[in-house]
């Protein structure tokens, strides 16, 4: 909440002057950004997967492991209910912010860009539950590790997915190396979608970039998964 | 399906030659160690499991034993396919337990007296709710196994009481349930008496013992309650350093390993008790009565000395009692030797 005031008055400052037009954003479509960033935030970057690691090191995840259920499946279903949950409390979020603040919002009103936006969320939600699962997944060999890599992973994802600016202020050569990775494409991508911002080819190319991390992840996290089972030492419990 | 037949056809679990090796990461104490272990691990590999084999038929009560660290944990957790195991054989119910398929999870539990699977802060039919989908039990289903379980554990009352507010005796019971909602064939009980007090113990002892009877239930159980094992385990494995010692009969087990016999002496008229330490270990002095601990060997030749030399009312030679074998057993005093020479006897069972 206070991270996205400061962020706001910064913004709205640097477009003290309505005319202005700084990195290809006007005053709406910053501002459209920032807000909009509440509610991508709350959809993706909100999860419960987090809690993998803690689990595994922990030794809990011996309950679920003795159960016919599936231990990615039930992650996933926690991951979305309380995604769920805290959806309802990013849209009350910015209903209030919106009364506070009063800026004008850019509304999308082209549905083929909405069904777009939609569907990179969709696949962000996917991404990034799996890059948190699979790093979750290390402790089956460095217990001690649950924290510090979780947090390693946030710090990474919080800069390059564009929680703390648009990624398209940054240089073009940046930008180039960045779009190879699964990151912009969590929160960056979809709102640019929204804004209108990238062109269909763009677009399309950004979607199928997304389904080939997708792909990639859930290959990746079956095999840590595999072997990390088999040198799991279920320890002390 | 396949699967089930053989299942039935064959021993309920089958162990063989199996061996587990673990690999820890020493560090000493300091900062500066700490990252050297980052640098450069200094792995230590320990055999848990050293080469064992059993079977054990369909509705079979067995108390592992041993003392702590002996291997008996780790077994139950590869027999319930927490662990692969580094080289053997095991087969549960028809399965390879570390297959982990839902079929053969459907049918075993793993109940740790130490873990927990009920929500902290719900009540705990959320759990056993929670539970009766993941097991897939119909309503009616879940209806007579909870009303069954809740009676023979008398926790009924219990049921929507957030967890967090339970006693360990209540919680203990709950989580019996917890594990026992989908009726598994196989049961593997890791101290399940630990910490409760005498009268929880008892109550989930009975529990134990009626659910091997009713649901012909194949059952594992390690405990270092003595009662857990004399009332509940008729044939025993003694497990030590990951190697078996001995399995067989309890009653079996005391015989070939007690070494002493016990004399009960009751003195018509007074006498130097000094003199008795020449001939055994003085246990308990209880004028007139005196109990005393002499070597199987010449249990008979001390009866007859003891008769010859002191004013003696009325004299028996008892078995060691069982607890002070099991009680050997936990302390490790079992050892190889004792094992060489019984192994012919153990494996004619």
Do not use: C
């Not at chain 2, 396949?2 to 104490?29: C, G, M, P, Q, Y």
């Not at chain 2, 009560?61 to 692969?84: E, R």
């Not at chain 2, 018509?268 to 009565?289: F, W």
């Amino acid at each position: 909440m206070f991270q996205i005031f400061l962020v706001f008055f910064l913004w709205d400052t640097i477009f003290a002057n309505s005319q202005r037009i700084v990195f290809g954003y006007d005053r709406q479509k910053m501002l459209t950004y920032i807000f909009g960033l509440i509610i991508v935030r709350a959809l993706v970057l909100s999860s419960k997967a987090n809690e993998v690691g803690g689990d595994i090191s922990r030794g809990d995840i011996i309950n679920l492991l003795l159960k016919p259920i599936s231990y990615v499946k039930y992650w996933l279903t926690r991951d979305l209910s309380s995604k769920g949950i805290n959806l309802i409390f990013a849209v009350f979020e910015t209903i209030l912010l919106y009364f506070i603040l009063r800026p004008d919002f850019f509304l999308q009103g082209n549905i083929l860009l909405l069904l777009s936006f939609a569907t990179s969320i969709v696949l962000a939600i996917l991404i990034y539950f799996l890059l948190l699962f699979t790093i979750g997944l290390v402790p089956f060999w460095v217990p001690e590790s649950a924290w510090g890599i979780s947090f390693l992973m946030l710090v990474v994802v919080e800069f390059l997915s564009g929680a703390l600016f648009p990624l398209d202020i940054l240089p073009v050569s940046v930008q180039s190396i960045i779009n190879f990775t699964p990151f912009p494409y969590l929160l960056f991508f979809p709102l640019q979608i929204y804004l209108g911002k990238v062109g269909t080819l763009i677009m399309l190319r950004g979607i199928g970039v997304s389904f080939l991390w997708l792909g990639v992840l859930w290959l990746l996290m079956r095999s840590v998964w595999f072997k990390g089972l088999k040198s799991y030492q279920a320890y002390g419990r | 399906m396949s699967n089930n037949f053989k299942a039935e056809a064959e021993k309920t679990i089958i162990v063989e030659r199996l061996v587990k090796n673990f690999e820890l990461i020493e560090k000493k104490d300091g900062i500066l160690n700490s990252f050297l272990s980052i640098v450069a691990p200094k792995k230590k590999s320990i055999t848990a499991l050293k080469d064992i084999s059993f079977t054990i038929d369909q509705g079979e009560l067995i108390g592992f034993i041993g003392p702590n660290g002996a291997g008996k944990t780790t077994t139950l957790k590869i027999l319930s396919g927490l662990l692969y195991p580094t080289s053997g054989f095991t087969q549960v119910l028809g399965f390879t337990p570390w297959d982990r398929k839902p079929e053969f999870l459907k049918e075993i539990s793993l109940v740790m007296g130490q873990k927990n699977q009920l929500w902290w802060d719900l009540p705990a039919i959320e759990t056993l709710k929670l539970n009766q989908a993941i097991y897939e039990l119909s309503d009616s289903v879940f209806r007579r196994n909870l009303n069954e379980l809740t009676d023979l554990l008398e926790v009924g009352k219990l049921l929507n009481t957030q967890v967090r507010q339970l006693s360990l005796g209540q919680r203990m019971r709950l989580e019996l349930i917890a594990s026992l909602l989908h009726s598994p064939k196989v049961l593997f009980l890791d101290e399940p008496t630990l910490g409760l007090d005498v009268v929880a113990q008892q109550k989930v002892r009975d529990f134990i013992f009626d659910y091997n009877r009713r649901n012909k239930a194949t059952i594992i159980l390690t405990s270092h309650n003595m009662d857990d094992l004399i009332d509940l385990a008729k044939r025993v494995i003694v497990i030590d350093k990951g190697e078996i010692l001995f399995d067989g009969n309890l009653q079996k087990l005391v015989e070939e390993f007690a070494k002493e016999k016990v004399i009960k002496l009751y003195f018509s008229k007074n006498t130097d008790i000094k003199k008795l330490e020449e001939i055994g270990k003085i246990k308990r002095i209880n004028l007139p009565q005196v109990i005393l601990a002499v070597p199987r060997e010449v249990a008979a030749i001390a009866a007859s000395e003891i008769l010859q030399n002191f004013p003696v009312a009325d004299l028996t030679v008892e078995e060691e009692p069982i607890e002070d074998v099991i009680r050997r057993v936990f302390k490790g005093e079992i050892t190889r030797k004792e094992k060489r020479l019984l192994k012919p006897k153990a494996s004619d069972e």
